[in-house]
């Protein structure tokens, strides 16, 4: 399980890295491979990805908040410029969705967008949901307790993250499995390797996810409702509304950003639990130690490993100089195994006392919906665990061969 791929090639003296994204025996179990990189070599060029990465805790720390860094580039300067190819047309309507996401934005277009969203996901609002999403969590779990046994991604982690986030929305239950499906083809656009065929399903998920919630728009137009879309359109930020393009944009994001991580880390926190050995039951046994255990899960085992960023001008970190519109990756799963930060940084140690996890970033970009996800994690995993006593891994789970994501193609669980 932790062996290193065959492919891993670390060459300490020039700092290249030979690693192929798509081996198994690497996104299959990548922990040992960042332990690996961390020894010989925590910054690299990766040879397959044509670019520096940082696996350091204080460099990805650092580089999330650096202001020298961006997570666009085209607010100050030009695609002529840097001498960047031209959008492409077969993604007119990815990239049309993407123009306002709060993901791939930068002040002052980010403050003004993230400003009008963030009130709706400051902790004090969430904290009311919890009682929802207990009792979804209740519910579905109603539905295969007597079986004896369940595929946990299909009959609980898919569902919990799109149902709240649809509904502080204001989008229908009933849509959840069609959000789903526009979902996984729209993030498909941010794998490694992906073909032209995933291209061709990202856009066609994104042209129909935007129809949609253009309908949505009109109809809140005309009939405000308390929910998060009515107050998008009608909130003011310095005097302008959102237009309909940010409004969509904002939308889109939300959902996607909104479960995508989080089934997957629903997944991998059961699986994390369960693979540990420990007892369920000290684990959950009040809110100190579940937000503990849920925070060491998201430690080791993050849903989203690699956030990248523009260079905003010619700049040197840690002997690599970049240039202006040269792109970094920062792979927090790997800063979260720091061994300068972490005791033993690849076991499951829930009491432990370090350094925060990075698993939602940091600085201007850190996860807006961070307390929704962490009510979310907290609230549910502990009535998995109460309500089926006895569970256990019942086949051996496989992971997605979507790096930079991580997450599980199934979970089989039995009690
Ligand atoms: C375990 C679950 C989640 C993880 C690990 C996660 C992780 C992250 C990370 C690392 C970033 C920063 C990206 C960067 O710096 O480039 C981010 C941004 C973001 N996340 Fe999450 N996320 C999760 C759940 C959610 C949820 C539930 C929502 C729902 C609203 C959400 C919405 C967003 C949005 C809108 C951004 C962009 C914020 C900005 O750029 O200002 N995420 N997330």
Known sequence: MNSLPNVLRIDPASRRVFLDARDPAFYGAPNATYAALHEHCPTFYWEEQKQWFFTGYDQVNMLLRDRRFGRQILHITSREELGLPEPEAHLQNFDLAERHSLLEIEPPEHTRLRTLVNRAFVSRHIERLRPEIAALAERL?????????????????????????????????????????????????????????????????????????????????REPRDDLLSHMIHTEHKGQLLTEDELVSTTIVLLNAGHEATVHQIGNSVRVILDSGLDPAALFRDEATTERTVEETLRICAPVHIFQRYALEDVEIDGVSLKRGDKVS???????????????????????????????????????????????LNTALPILFRRLPGLRIADIPRVKDVYHFHGLERLDLAW
């Open 141 to 221: 779990i109603d539905g295969f307790e007597r079986d004896g046994k369940t595929e946990l991604l299909s009959s609980f982690a898919d569902i919990i993250p799109v149902t709240l986030i649809g509904r502080m929305i204001g989008i229908p239950d009933e849509m959840g499995p069609q959000l789903l499906a526009w979902s996984h083809d729209y993030v498909g656009m941010y794998m490694f390797k992906r073909s032209r065929a995933d291209e061709d399903a990202a856009d066609r998920a994104a042209q129909e996810f935007a129809a949609y919630v253009r309908g949505l728009i009109t109809e809140r137009r």
């Open 330 to 376: 920062l792979i927090l799963a790997a800063a979260n195994l720091d061994p300068t930060k972490f005791t033993a940084p690849l076991e499951f140690q829930p009491d432990r006392q370090e350094a925060p996890n990075l698993s939602f970033g940091a600085g201007i970009h850190f996860c807006i919906g961070a307390p929704l996800a962490r009510l979310e």
